[in-house]
């Protein structure tokens, strides 16, 4: 049995007869008629109805070709998808992306795309919402958390490590914390989004809980940042996001053998099928530039400076 002449005959049943057939297949119709023969022949049994005024499939023929019809449909997906591998990157991608990540995190990544790829159009959205892939025009979205959209396509793109950190200005006049019980008698700069959370910092199987209070809160990240750069109280950050700060002395680590559970960051996509050129090229240019310290969870942190003496009282 040919596969090819099965897939003949899902055409045959969609055509609605052999003459309409041949012409959408550009096949005589006498070698349709033949291959179909052969057909029933390789099968061991009647595939049409003889001597019925029109094309009729009998009950086997019918299941056959709609079996049939179903490859059919996969092969032309498979076809399309290869000629959109082929094609150039370009048109407008939209992004929904947070804000502040994009900002401190991507802005390098996003920057070299559009020169890589001058014919695509990159569009960011970073209202706080989450988009609706299936419904609205974007792209792909970055989802910073644990994602449970079981419709949707889920790719780990980053992990996040995260740590405390305050400014020396800041250590140096409320002197360094010891333990995780000494940050009871801190300040913290708060982020709006993370009240009311739960936070357990993690040393090894060592764990401690922490409640964090401070006078200065705000719901931006980079502002969190900034504050805690100007001796505002401690921060809590990814580690790679404040690399930087450390090499300028601008911030220390604070309690730097404890963190924070890690953050995964996801890439989702409302599906992989016939995905377009430009997408396809977007995330494979991402996974690409990931910074190394997102790559994986089992990052060490930054090299720390000794900690600041406490005042004298």
């Known amino acids: 049995m040919k596969v ?48 019925a005024s029109r ?28 000629a959109s591998r082929e094609d150039t990157p370009r048109g407008q991608l939209r992004l929904s992306v947070p804000a502040e990540f994009a900002s401190l995190v991507m802005a390098q990544s996003l920057a070299r795309f559009v020169e890589r790829y001058p014919q695509v159009e990159l569009v960011l959205d970073t209202t706080p919402r989450r988009v609706d892939l299936f419904n609205e025009a974007y792209d792909l979205a970055i989802r910073i958390g644990q994602v449970n959209e079981p419709d949707l396509v889920a790719r780990p793109f980053m992990v996040l490590e995260r740590g405390l950190y305050a400014s020396p200005i800041y250590l140096q006049t409320h002197g360094a914390p010891l333990t995780p019980d000494d940050l009871a008698q801190h300040q913290f700069v708060l982020l709006t989004q993370a009240l009311g959370m739960q936070w357990t910092l993690q040393n090894g199987r060592r764990q401690a809980r922490l409640h964090m209070q401070g006078a ?17 109280g401690i921060g809590s950050f990814p580690r790679g996001m404040v690399a930087a700060d450390i090499d300028a002395g601008m911030l220390a680590p604070v309690l730097p053998g404890w963190s924070f559970e890690p953050l995964p960051v996801t890439l989702l996509t409302a599906s992989r099928r016939l995905m377009p050129a430009k997408t396809r090229a977007f995330i494979d240019h991402l996974f690409e530039t990931v910074p190394e310290w997102a790559r994986s969870g089992s990052l060490s942190p930054p090299a720390t400076a000794a900690a600041p003496p406490r005042p004298a009282p």
């Open 55 to 82: 094309l009729t499939l009998t009950e086997l023929g019918a299941q056959l070709a709609e079996r049939a019809a179903r490859h059919h449909e996969d092969i032309s997906d498979t076809l399309q998808w290869l």
């Open 216 to 232: 200065l809160e705000c719901n931006s990240i980079g502002l969190n940042l900034a504050l805690v750069r100007a001796g505002g």
């Open 4 to 51: 090819d002449d099965l897939l003949l005959l899902a055409q045959v049943m969609r055509a609605g007869s052999l003459s309409a057939a041949a012409r959408q297949l550009e096949l005589p119709k006498a070698t349709l008629s033949r291959r179909l023969n052969a057909l029933e022949t390789s099968v061991g049994a009647r595939l049409f109805v003889p001597g």
